[in-house]
């Protein structure tokens, strides 16, 4: 078969329905711009990775009108066979649960001498755009039909929405109820499913609750209005909705937020709890509302280059240490869709010239991390070869004319300092305990090591301050976690590497000054300088607390050492405690202190501190 689209405008098909009679629909609205999630609308069907029927085939006056779905694509396409030449087929695509819809999408004819056709592919979700859609396959040939509309219902994993809030395995009111002219409005929550529903009580009949259901964290809900809306029986003080899920893994939608609003019989106005994110875990949850920031057209975390580098190690390092296997679609995509060039102004202010490659070294050398965690979870070798890209991109500006060593922070060679270095010695061991036979990475990093040791940049304290001096000494600035998460992960991976003993007592020494320097914490708690006071961290250092505790549970796990782990523990419960929100936002400061922003950064270093915490002995 052949497909060719036809432009047709929908007003002129909306009158030709009514008046027939053949289909009894509201009226639908105009077709959007085409949309990307995993691809764009109008992708060939020969590209799909998955073709399945999920909804019945329908005959028009002995034609068969068929609903394609490719899950893996999150798209759909529609089929006409046993036509003649003029009979068509079209998509409908809506956002609001079939009230309304984007008609004739793909809208293609039977030419002549065929007896079939079919349409292009349409994206069935939009993650970016945080919507769920519906979608259905219609056909014209002396009448119109259309297919069911696909994915009615949301489901994870076994638990679809409509199910008996009987069945759930937890209850648990993790908001206030809601007042409304003496009746309680409350929202359940199965946590561990993630299912919720809503009930109304001391009530009369007619009162109603229902749940609403949000992707974007209650800014919006357009499918997600009057689930399971149910009214209170004659006889009746109270009553309950159905289940419904909060994750929408076939959508690429996670993260759902759901409230439980009512009405009472005779008053219009109703009254809501607040919004709420399930939490199955700690870090189930945190992962859940990391990725509802995701893009998954463009493959990566809006606006910061290195920092979604540090996110997708997250993602990768959450997949590691708890089993799931929620967002493993999301590490191909990220390399798939950022490998390449990118002009200036498109993943940053500098242009990435292909390798996750530029001007900036360290922000080359965190790709080469996200993509050795990347090799580690999936075995797949493309992603150890573009570390080791990445890798001799890095060992390009190892320069022993100025100070004897150090990797410049920049290709102008303007400052050498600790992240650069630190991520250099952690990449040369790494890369030398993944390669069979390899002895040149292993030089370089006990020259690293070396160097790093003799620098200067650990002071008496333990500590690492930030860089060199241009006369090479330590130039006493800010002492960052991260900084000095890198070199307890890299001496504990040169340990690891070689059996000696002065890796993993240097190591040590780090992390015991870490853990218990004013410097570096307060109260017990992981605290940055500019989590102090009024003052607030910029996006680069939002990330930071996360990267150190990722480097850790490394040493962590390599020592058993039982006050590493307390200190593990006590920042994931602070975290959970103080720095979280009713949608499991977690901010930057894990003490709860203002002011204390939120956004994806800090979710991905607050990630990082829970997944380790998961991954403790103990730990469920």
Known sequence: MSARTHPVIGALLALFLAVSGLVALPAPSHAATPLCALACDTLDPSKARQDAFPVPDRNINGRILRLHVSDPDTMAWASIDRGVSGDSVWLDRSWDRGATWEPLLGKASVPGMWTGTRTLMYNISDPVAHRRGWIRACGDAAGVTCTDWVYPTVCDGSFCDGADPATASGDDTPVPSAGLFGRAISLHVDQRSGMAWGVIESGGAGDEIWLDRSWDGGTSWPEGSSLGRTSVRSGAASARTA??????????????????????????????????????????????????????????????????????????????????????????????????????????????????????????????????AAYDYTGERRYLDEAVTIASYVHQHWDTGTCGGGVWWDREHTYKNAVTSGLYLWLTVSLHERLGGDTVWGARAATAADWYLASGMINSAGLVNDGLTSGCGNNGQTVWSYNQGLAIGAFTQLWRSTGSGRYLDTARRLADAAISSPALTEGGVLTESCDVGTRSCDDNQKQFKGIFMRHLADVADATGSASYQAFIRKQADSIWATDRDSLNRLGQRWSGTSPNAADWRTQAGALEALTAAAGLPGSG
């Open 243 to 372: 289940l419904f899920a909060t994750r929408d893994p076939r959508g690429l939608l996670y993260g759902g937020a759901v409230r439980a609003c009512g009405r009472e019989a005779s008053h219009q106005q109703g009254g809501c709890t607040a919004w709420v994110r399930p939490a199955p875990t700690r870090a189930r949850a945190a992962a859940d509302a990391l990725m509802a920031s995701y893009h998954p057209g463009e493959g990566w975390w809006r606006s910061s280059w290195w920092n979604s580098a540090v996110a997708i190690t997250s993602v990768v390092d959450f997949a590691e240490r708890t089993g799931r296997h929620d967002y493993d679609w999301a590490i191909a995509r990220t390399f798939e869709q950022n490998r390449g060039v990118f002009p200036a102004g498109a993943r940053g202010s500098d242009p990435v010239e292909g390798h996750f490659i530029s001007r900036a070294v360290d922000d080359a050398a965190w790709w080469a991390v996200a993509w050795l």
